[in-house]
């Protein structure tokens, strides 16, 4: 405090007498008037809980981020239109990479999150049934993080995914080639359009054939021309809203010798079921990336 302080000048005699103690006893006394600027609150590391961008973030992704670079599934679901408080459903979720993404949101949200598996029971192909179990395992077992995912089945003779009209965003990620090959790509969109509200989205993202080349009726090399899927959504009742090219890799020549599985993240080197070829030149596979891919809006008339 300076000697000009009103209400506290000292004279030198008194200065002298006082203690240290004291002085400082004064010096608190003369600032106790005083408004207290408050603090300000800590900034929180990181996006906010429960922002879609926190579950795109999050570290229990650590093993899958690597690949959101080639899949952007920021964008993708931001295209899509989603919402936390949606009811979500995500046809064939295979290991779930989108799962990991989806279920933390859609819990936060209090949203629903609706995992329509591959069709389990006698016949059953035993990687789909395995993969399946290890799915249930990871994700129904951490309900702090993941909710309560609900566990539906998609196959040739399967039920409703969801009760019908009861879903606002139904997905088909990367899975319209399988169905085409298995005889169910108009299930697949049959049951779809049954489970949406009216007004509801059904978004697809789908590895795609150059529209000048012939459509494999199997689609064995993975690979779906955009017209395709867009007459097989009309045919089922969807209305096309749009397009976006997040997905798309113009560098994907789509010729490659194990069909789109020679790219990575499969990283193919011999026809399906065969060994490993450990001598397969691999270098301009990996060049290329991910696959080029069509990412397509449709919604439910109202």
Known sequence: MSDST??????????????GVAASALLALAGCGKEKTAEPPPTPDGPP?????????????AQDKPRDAARHPM??????????????VDFWPGSGWYTEILAPYLAEGEGKYIAAGFQTGPGADPAQVALTGAFEERFTN?????????????GPTSGPVAPAGTAD????MRNI??????????????????????????????????PDEDQDPAAANGYVQEAFVKQLAAEAGFAFVGSSEINANERDTKDHPFGVETLPPQRR????????DPDFDRAKYDEIGESDR?????RKPE
């Open 169 to 172: 965003l139904v997905l088909f």
């Open 269 to 276: 080197s011999a026809p399906r079921g065969e060994t490993p």
């Open 142 to 154: 951490d309900r702090p993080l993941y909710g309560e995912i609900e566990l539906t089945q998609f």
């Open 177 to 210: 080639h399988a169905w085409m090959a298995a005889g169910i790509a108009e299930k697949a969109f049959a049951d779809a359009y049954a489970a949406l509200r009216p007004g509801g989205i059904l978004g697809i993202e789908q590895h795609r054939l150059g």
């Open 294 to 298: 069509m990412t397509l809006k449709f």
């Open 6 to 19: 009103e209400g506290w000048r000292l004279s030198p005699s008194r200065r002298g007498v006082l203690s």
């Open 75 to 88: 964008e993708t679901l931001r295209f899509f239109g989603l919402q936390p408080r949606m009811t979500v």
């Open 49 to 61: 809980k429960g922002s879609l961008e926190w579950a795109v973030a999050g570290p229990w992704r």
